[in-house]
Structures are given as C-alpha cells and as structure tokens.
C-alpha cells in the first residue's frame, strides 16, 4: 500500500444486508478515498451503491445539512439561538436539567430514543443502561417501532423468537421464495442478490405486493392485491392449504399448538370469498398456497410491506402459520426472514433499547431477570414496561395529567420530525416537550426543536459491533479521527450519566460488549475475539469457547423458543385500514424507499455520487391512467394533499403502480411524504400504519413558478440546517433525467427538466432564516 | 470481434450502482473531493424500467457501427476491440446519436470551453479501471463483459445445450 494510505476492514453503514467493506483511507488528510466489497458471509465481496459510494458524507460536502461539530445550548430558552458551549457546561446543563424534570414529575417524564444506525450495539447497551439504571425509567425505544416491532411481537407471539430464523446466504437456497411485502431491490440489494440466485438455481417465487416490484417481475406467480389486504390474502392462503390437504400434519401435530381452533376460525377465508376483496383471483391464491405448501425449503420474507400496517402484528403471525402448518421451519433454506432495514436496528433490539425488554430480550417484567440487572447495575429498576415512542406524541399533547406527560426527551440518532408519521403533530409535540436533547452526527428537523444539542462521532470515526438482519454480530472500525469536538455516543451519555450522579464510565467497546455479554445468556459467546477471527457471529452464541461458532438458523428440529417449544397456531380475523379512499381523497398513498437513499437522508442526502443520482423533491408513481385523468405526465410538480398535510413532489406515470394507488418514498424533505401518513397504529406493535392511507394529487398549472418555490424551500432548509448558501451551490433540484423513472416519458421530462433548470436557478432566492415554528406556512407553498 | 457489456433482466434489481460506476470511473477519484457542484454526472449506462423489464442500455460495440459510418470527422471509429471516439474530431454533429438504434449514444453536457460532444461507453479502456466498472461493480453480477473469450464460452454454451436437448427430443437422454 502507497505510503500515507491504509486499509481498513468494516461493515457498511447503510442496511442490515451487514456487508463488508474495505476502506481505502487517506492518513495525511484523514479521509476515506475508496471502498471495496469485502469478502463477508451475507456480500461476498459485493456492495451496492451505498456500500460503494456512500461514506463521503464524513468530510462535510453539506448538499443536504452540515455535521455537527461540537456542543450548543439554547441558552435563551426555546426559540433562542443555539449557542456553542463546552463539553462540561452541556453535559452539566443536560443533567441538571433532567434532574430537575425528574424530581418534579419522576422519571417516568423522560423519554429516551436510542439509534439504530451508526454508533453500534455498544452505544445501544449504554443509551438503556442510562434511562433504566441513571434516569430509573424503561421509557426508551428506537426506530424499530416504525419499522420491525410488528416482526418482533409477532414472532415471539408465534414461534418465540422475533428475529429472522433464516440466513440471509441461505435465501438462494431456497426451493420457494415467498414475498410478501417487501422489495429488497429498494431496502437491501445485496439481499435481492440472493433472491435472483435463487431464481436462476430454480427456484419458484411467490410475490405479494400491490406495485410490480424487481421481485413480482420475475416471479412465477405476483399476487397484485390491494394495498392493506395481507390479512385476508394470508387467511385465504392457510384455509386453501388446510382445505385442500397440504398441511404437513407429522409437523403441526409434534410441533405446534391451537391447530383445531385455528383451522375452524379460518372457516369464513375461502379463497372464492375473499377474492373480490384482495382484488385477485381465487384461483390464484390457490396456486399460490399449493406452490408455498410444495416444498420444505419455503423461505418467507417480508418487509414493511406487512409491518407498517394497523394489523401488522397479526399478519407477522399469520405469515409465521403459513410455515407452521407447512412444516418450514427448523432446518436449513426454510422459514421467515422479517428483514431488518437499517445497519443496526437488529442490534438495537437486541441491546433492549425496547420499552420491555433488557439486552437479550429478557422481559424488564420478569422478577429474575430484574433482580439480575439491579445487582450487575447497582440499583432499583423500574418493573413495569415504559412507554413506545410513537405514544410520545399523545403524552406530551393530550396528557393533561402533568405527572404523567413527557417532559424530557432525549433523542440519539433519530430525526422524528422526518421519520415519524404526521409530521404536524410532531412538530408540535417537540415544541410542547419542556426539554429536548439531541446527540447526532448531523443537523437535522428535530435539532431545530432541540434545548442541547450534542455532536456524536459517526460511523468510520468510532469502534462498534452492528448486528446484521440476519442475528450477526460483526466488528466496525474506525478508520478516521472524528471531526471537531465529536465524542462517541457511549462517551457522551456515560458523562451524562456521570454529571447525574450515577457514575458511569468505560475505556473501550470492548469493556461494554463484555459487560452486556455477562448479562445475555444469548450473546455470552459472541466475543470480540470470535468476531475477530471468524468475521462476525451469529446468536443465540452462548459459549465463549471456539467450539460454538453461532447459530445460522433457528428452531432446529421444529423446537421453537416458546415456553413448551412449540409454535402457535393465532388466528385474528382480517379488517380494513383505517382510512380508505373517498371521493375526497380518491388515491391510496404507500410509502416506499429510494434504493441510493438510506433512512432520513442525513447521511445519503450529504453524499456527492448518491445525491447526483436522485435528490429533492423526489417522485409519487402512479399509474398512467391517473395521471391523464389528473393532466400530468412525468416529471411535473404537483401537491399531494391528505387529512393532515401537504406536501409537493414530482409525478412519475408508471405502469408499475396499479391505478388508484400512489408511492412515495420517506427520504425526501422537500417532498416529505410523512407530512400526510397517518398516526394510526398496530394496538400491539405500536407501529404506524405508513403502509396506507388516502390522498388527492394536484395538478399545478404554473410549472416554472413551482420549480422556483420548490428550490427556494430547499435552499430554506439548508441554510436551516446552517448551511451558507451561496449562487455557487444552490442546488437546483430539478431532475435532468428520467433515468431510474419507470417507463418515463423521456421526452416530456427532458424538456421540462430543461426548463426548470434555468428558471429555478434564475429564481434562486437568498437564504432566508426561518423559525421552525413557521414550518406548516411554508409548508403550504 | 469487439467486447461489449450486456445485461440480463433476469438478475438486475435496477438499483443502478452500475450508472454511477460508471462516473465514478470516468471522473477518478478526485470527484469524492471536488466541490459537489463541479462534478459531472454523466453516465455512460443506463438502467431502463418498463412495466415488466428493468435493463440497462449501453453501447454494443457494434460491428458495422451506424454511429462510426454516418460520423463525418471520423470522431467515431473502430478500435481494437471497440468503437472508438475521439473528443478533438467531435463537432457535435448528433448524427451518431440519431444513428445508434439503441439509445445508447448520448451528448455530453457542454465542457469548459462549451464544446458539446458525443458521449458513449468506452468499455472503462480511459480509465484507471481498465475493463468495465459497470461489470465489477454490479451487485447482482447481472452484467457480464463480453471478451473474445467470453463469447466463445457463451457459444460453447449453448451449443451443448442445445444439442442435449435435441438427445432428450430423441430420447436418449444420458446417454
């Protein structure tokens, strides 16, 4: 290696795919120059775009927002300026403030959010020690419940266990792949690598998913049901197979339980009477639980596509049925892969930044567990479940006991004023909220409400373990020193911790791992050096010894997790999403995800080669037809309008998209879908129903005029995020290509995309300072 | 025979990491340092979806290359193993681009001097690469570049292929 560069072995930041990278790093400037695949268990040496082009976002090229450098206060209290203050005086700040709020309304008032992203599994062991061991709360969860928490109550409901049970390697093994709800082209390319291998290997796939996906274009049989029918389709599917003879008996009887009630509650889901409201064929439900029922290698795999629904937890069990009753599960190339979307929220889970659970998901509510912790910790702990952060909205706003609101909430790595369903009612719950605390490696929405804010070091700049989709615990380097004043995560809420009078304090992440690992039976093996020497470990790994290498799939030999090990049979009867489509609003919205995007675009949105490609205000697909009743073509502004909000984006006619349906994707600022999703949630899970619900597009007759607004709000928002915006990089957000664009109108687009160019250039604002407070005017631009 | 670079729609995920492959090979590293607004992206592929297909478009290298016949300058000719293009000849003339029954010739945008040129896969033999990006970097290894030798297997292939199949037409399957 050239002198002045070396190399280092990591895992990619983005997905849960947990793909190895090799980083070429620059020492003299202290920059990554290059990354190449490396040769991982889940990427063989393979990367998508992310993976490839995706870390020049730690030099601070600010496109979307800037890294956050070192740490401010609002000192003026909220609405005042934040201001750069010492290490000392924000941790001191931060802990005299809490101490305060507990003391008056006890810790049950805070709220904490861990991150399911950069700083690692170590930094998500601390972030729940600190709110149950410092602050005495089990209020703390992350991201996994607008996303996977469906998968996770669902399964362990099911079969014990909430993670994948099969590997993502084994995927292309596979005799039948079944589908449903989830495009890993989009989430996890490097999963969709398996899923087309298997195909090429033989295998049949069964794709369920209301939009024609990479995945239902080559599958032999695509269910194009109607969005939000899962639980019927799924119902139809068991009844079909007990109908018809194609349970493997053997296996229901020595494996599971309730078979009786449920094959008699299946009574009213014959295919014939559910057709009409799946919006498919019989017939072809038929064919699609015969094909499912015909092999013992029938993998499932699933995304949001069935999570973020209302009924997300009962279609999670219902899928788990459809292996039950077919005996898939418990050997290899079989099961259910509920695949997890970013890095680490796998990770985050299993550190028990979860409002139930301790790390290795042992229940804050079982007396043993809990006696275990106090003495490891020192301290009382709470005995009852804390409160899922998608609830943090109606503590704060429709609480009116002030004992029981939220009054602090402390936020790691997350962006609920992007992510999180009905942005309006966010903004105003972090407006209301007394104290607000972020720790991230970026600007972003929610610092904009924020009392403290506290720079993190990223991804690159510290030492981790992630945990892959797949249950595997891999090693993450630093490769280049932090920016500014930035601390590692577990450094900063250690001092915290420590200010609070709850000493708190590590040399390593080594000195953590261990830790955490003495106390999770599941985790004990998986030690640094195991790792080390076989680049990643999968749990449940319970012995130190090299003698135990992990575990590639669960429930071996149909001996689930459950208390008497075997799995359930749990029907639950379908119902329709909360808001259907009306003469009002005669468009159902789905949000999805850009492929070279990754979750709220801080870090992607910062990165040269993946905002080239696609960047503001992205796209709503919809099907041509919609498009002609409505006069737009591709590549037009147009505003979405729901219930709750508004927003303005770019129309994409699209075969892809059946008529009367619409997609999104989340990354967008300018064009945030969030600001019109829906806060309805799965009563289990907790999780919003992101999935569905019922929208109006606008046509807008003056074009050039929209192109102007809509660079000028992205010139806004930037300069919010601090970003001097000069004539040299305003960022002109018009699309030049229709590349990407299914079945564009090529011509159309260019000429528009031309045009907007040069008038939103031309009408180029100057940077305007905004209370965020003003947010919902601008936003009805 | 010339190289090309072909895709298979029955392995690409449209993810288009083969698109910015491309422009990262083309512009070289310094394009991760430049200032973000003075990097071109210019892809020399490119990933079409239709309503059933997904499929990149790109230069096959054709052997009676319209592109380099209706060329007036001889901007565009026949390599070694490929069409060929040489910026100085160029004079922006599109009828390479009209020419190209694939789409797969495209105008550069405007440089320095505002000069417009045509703009086409070299299959990465400028750059630093040396043999396509496009092909070492796709995640689904659904392009493949077609060397002599390549091709020759591809043949080989399905000759066998097919005469097996006319054994099993005969009935003499493994024999």
Redesign the interface.
Known sequence: MEQGYKTVRTVCPYCGAGCHIALTVDTVHNRIVKATGANGRTNEGRLCLKGYYGWDYLTDPQLLTKRLRYPMIRKGGKGSPLERVSWEEAIQYTAERLQAIIKEYGPDAVMGAGSARGPGNEAGYITQKFMRACIGTNNVDHCARICHAASVTGLRASIGEGAMSVSVPEIEDAEVIFNIGYNAATSHPIVARRVVKAKAKGAKIICVDPQITETARIADIHLQIKGGTNLALLNAMAYTMIEEGLVDEAFVKAHTEGFEDYAKALGGYAPEAMASIIGVPAEMIRRAARLFASSKHTVTLWGMGITQFAQGVDSVIACSNLSLLTGNYGHRATGVGPVRGQNNVQGTCDMGVLPDVYPGYQRVDDPKARAKFEKAWGVTLPATPGLPLTLVPEKILRETDPKKQIHAYYIVGEDPAQSDPDLTEIREALSACDFVVIQDIFMNKTAEFADVVLPATAWGEHDAVYSSCDRGFQRVRKAIEPVGEAWPDWKIQCAVATAMGYPMSYTSTQEIWDEMRSLSPKFYGATYEKMEALGGVQWPCVDPSMEDRGTEYLHEGGTFATENGKGRLLFAPYKPVHEEVDSEYPLSLCTVREVGHYSVRTMTGNCRMLSKLEDEPGWIAMNPADCKRLGITTGDLVYVHSRRGKTITRCLATERAKEGATYMTYQWWVGACNELTIGMLDPKSRTPEYKYCAVRVEAIADQAAAEAKVSEYYERLRTRMGITVNDKNAKATAKTDTAGAANGTMATAHAKAAMATTQAKAAMATAVTMNPAKEREVRSL | MNYFVKGNP????????C???C??AHEG?S???M???D?D?Q?RI?????????KTVQCHQCENAPCAAVCPTGALYKEAHHIAFENEQCIGCKQCMMACPFGAITMAAPDEKGRRVAHKCDLCTSTAEGAPACVS?C????LTFYTEDVQQQSLTDKQVRSVRAASRVAGKEGV
Do not use: S
């Open positions: 029955m392995l690409c995920i449209g993810c288009r990491t698109m910015v492959a422009v990262v590293p394009i991760f340092t200032h973000p607004d990097a992206f892809p490119k990933v079409v979806k239709t309503k059933t297909m997904t970097h995640p689904t290894e659904a």
